[in-house]
């Protein structure tokens, strides 16, 4: 420990300072937390072997339609002309249908 | 006795009932690093409990590369800071000025002796000092006096060297020594 006698009386003051019990309920009311609160691991760790392969498909699935729409927002506006992204009237004679269309197509192309 | 990493492994199995085990065996330092961050008993206990129960939901995450303990201070430390960020947030939008002591904390005067209203009046001092002191003099303070923890033991909760866990503690006691000097005018007298 550091000695300097000046400050000899901060040790003293605080190394009797009082110190908590412990708390006899804490225990019980952590238990009650991770049962209201369980992580995701416990969580699917105690589902059932169908539960947990009927939610890999289901999160499987979900992933590859969000993935297969982020791709089409992204390819359908990025051949789109600058004056057909914004909704002006009379902006979308520039628009290409088949082109639009033919995009629509080779992204759809696995259903 | 099992130690606090084979314990670990066995929650980690499933066995979550074992950590009670963990709970038990650092229920008082936790709880006493909370009341001298936050200075009322209430929400010492209730971080006490949000403190371990965040514990148990990143401990199947956990890796033997830091020790169990280091961790779970580290994980206290932070929520006890977060805890006075927001307190201090409410309080600006409340107006009103209660400062992290609470004086319900104190008995009844009128049930006390004169040497227990000394130590209670100690008691609150000591812990409006702390409140007064930056974050790195006060946390190094509860650390080493009120967790009793070693110079090493604290340099790897902070991620420091030894020699700055020497230095910041030779600073906070003199920063700790001003401050209580300007609220009681006097040092306590030794006992």
Known sequence: MHRNNN?????????????????????????????????????????????????????TTLLFLGVLLGKALALHYHHLPPAAQTVEAGSLEAYDMDEDNRLWEELLWPL | MLSDEEIIQLIQKGE?????RLVERYNQPILNLCFRYLGNREDAHDAAQDIFLKAFQHLFRWSPRAKFFTWLYRIAINHCQNQLRYRKL?????????????????????????????????????????????????????????????????????????????????????NFAAQYLKLMGKPPPSK
């Open chain 1, 7 to 59: 400050l000899k009386w901060v040790d003293q003051l605080l190394l009797r300072s009082h110190i908590l019990p412990p708390d006899p309920d804490l225990w019980q009311r952590v238990r009650q937390a991770i049962s209201e609160h369980p992580p995701f691991s416990l969580w699917f760790r105690q589902k059932p072997p169908m539960a947990r392969f009927a939610y890999t498909v289901a999160f």
């Open chain 2, 16 to 20: 979550i009932d074992q950590f009670q």
């Open chain 2, 90 to 174: 409410r309080q600006w939008f409340s107006l009103s000025d209660n400062g992290p002591f609470d004086v319900q904390d104190l008995p009844d005067s009128s049930l006390l002796n004169q040497s227990s209203l000394e130590r209670e009046e100690e008691e609150a001092a000591i812990q409006q000092t702390l409140s007064r002191l930056s974050n790195k003099d006060r946390q190094v303070l509860i650390l080493f006096y009120f967790l009793d923890l070693s110079y090493q033991e604290i340099a790897e909760i902070l991620a420091i060297s030894l020699p700055a866990v020497e230095a910041r503690l030779f600073r906070a006691r003199k």
